[in-house]
């Protein structure tokens, strides 16, 4: 079964920059889209970015638009969420997500497309 883990989380401040990292293991991400989803306490999970399994696709939602950039490494079986101008609203666990999907250039954030989840990393923005 295909494991991830998330890393990368932590406390900033606001302005400040954090890059999450999704590793996998005991299976290639290349047949996998991947998406980045928050849960805040309190609140459901929310989905915020996906990449396509080429890496050539991808989706933001309006919150962070302009300010997260996902990205991903198959070589090193490794997807990345690059967060920028962080905002104390943005505090919250981050998980990413597996998407087993036949082509290579769409993803989606809807939650209930994903099989395979991390168990979550905390980020705190905060002064």
């Known amino acids: 079964q295909l494991q991830l883990v998330e890393s990368g989380g932590g406390l900033v401040q606001p302005g400040g920059s954090l890059r999450l990292s999704c590793a996998a293991s005991r299976f290639t991400l290349d047949y996998y889209a991947i998406g980045w989803f928050r849960q805040a306490p309190g609140k459901e999970r929310e989905g915020l970015s996906c990449i396509s399994r080429s890496g050539g696709n991808y989706v933001y939602v309006d919150s962070v638009k302009g300010r997260f950039t996902i990205s991903r490494d198959n070589a090193n079986n490794t997807v990345y969420l690059q967060m920028n101008n962080l905002k104390p609203e943005d505090t919250a666990v981050y998980y990413c997500?597996?998407?087993?999907?036949?082509?290579?250039?769409?993803?989606?954030?809807?939650?209930?497309?994903?099989?395979?989840w991390g168990q979550g990393t905390q980020v705190t923005v905060s002064l």
């Open positions: 997500a597996a998407d087993w999907v036949p082509s290579e250039t769409v993803c989606t954030i809807r939650r209930g497309a994903y099989d395979y």
